[in-house]
């Protein structure tokens, strides 16, 4: 009987440790189900009630990733913001490229910059003037008149010839207030320097539409790169379409330089190897200047000593090629005021080279005297057109002489 007892005994732990083990593996089966439960229906309630905030919680979390921290989403807008910088940075960079100048009208340049010919008014004009206005003029104030004139690099003859003048005028005069000498000198270095002389610069587009060709020629040192980069705005300035020619292929800065020039104004440079052929880069230029239908062409050639036999030949072959395209409109010869007569000898020497038409005087700004004026185009009988007054862009002036006369002898 004791048997049978235990017997049932042991029979009812079994089933009770087999009804456990049955009830713990269905718990176990339900716990993945219970965990990922929250996850589906998170994402359910916002569709049920869509908010705005909702959907930007939901556009974060999309973008960052699950281990991300709550700050990560401030790494994507500066990434976001850094593209739209470079977006908004190109247009900018564009317009840090030079903007094209407008260069101050030519007309009336010359008396708005008389001011710079301050120091040769006080060497000839005002010079004059006070010699004039004594009491009594004996031989020795009138040697003392030409000893003015002649500092002042006007010349021997043209001195001479103005001495007589005045010495004739003064005697019918009589007296002599300071508004009466001021308006007969004015008359007489008028006369002297010459009104009618044809002092414009043959820019003009031909009637067949091929462009006027200037050249740009003198010796090492006169300021002639420069002085065509200023006569390119000058150009500009009087409605002319330019192509600038930088023939000048011996100095490596040159046409680096003209270029400079020529982009400040919206002028193109036709230029070739550096040693190269000059006469090739003119001649394209020219060719150039006709497929743009340019206004002018302005060709800037190397500067050269006037004592160079070599040299001054190849500046009469840049001539002949250009001219291969049509004839060469002007000639431009720039001089520097400060060497006086010496100026003089290489004005003989390319005159012999080259057809002159036209005389640059640069640098009458500083102690340059105003008589060089006078004195270079009796020697060569070609007209001053332009004058250099200063180092500015637009310090190249239309030589007009009343208004040159005017700044020498002062109010």
Known sequence: MEYVILAVVIAVIAIGAI????????????????????????????????????????????????????????????????????????????????????????????????????????????????????????????????????????????????????RTRVKVLGTRTPDELRGLLREELVALIGVDADRSLKTAKHEAGRPAVVLVVGVNGVGKTTTSGKLGRVLVADGRKVVLGA???????????????????????????????????????????????????????????????????????????????GPVDEVLLVLDATTGQNGLVQARVFAEVVDITGIVLTKLDGTAKGGIVVAVQRELGVPVKLIGLGEGADDLAPFEPGAFVDALIGD
């Open 19 to 166: 009804a456990g083990l049955v009830v713990g593996g269905r718990r176990k089966k339900q716990l993945p189900p219970q965990a990922g439960a929250p996850v589906i229906t998170k994402p359910a309630e916002p569709k049920a009630v869509p908010t705005a905030e909702a959907e930007a919680e939901a556009e974060a979390e999309a973008k960052v990733e699950p281990e991300a921290e709550p700050g990560a989403p401030s790494v994507v807008e500066p990434v976001e913001a850094a593209e739209t910088v470079a977006e908004v940075e190109l247009p900018e960079a564009a317009e840090a490229a030079p903007a094209i100048e407008i260069p101050e009208p030519t007309a009336g340049r010359l008396v708005r910059l008389r001011s710079r010919l301050s120091r040769s008014q006080n060497s000839l004009g005002k010079g004059l003037l006070t010699l004039l206005s004594r009491e009594r003029l004996d031989e020795d104030t009138w040697e003392e008149i030409e000893e003015t004139l002649l500092t002042a690099d006007v010349g021997v003859a043209p001195t001479q010839e103005l001495v007589d003048k005045l």
């Open 247 to 325: 023939a000048d292929t011996f100095r490596a800065a040159a046409a680096d330089q003209l270029q400079t020039w020529g982009e400040r104004v919206g002028a193109r440079t036709v230029r070739g190897p550096e040693g190269g052929d000059p006469a090739s880069v003119a001649f394209d230029a020219v060719k150039e200047g006709i497929a743009e239908q340019a206004d002018t062409v302005l060709i800037d050639t190397a500067g050269r000593l006037h004592t160079k036999t070599g040299l001054m030949d190849e500046l009469g072959k840049v001539k002949r090629v250009v001219e291969k395209h």
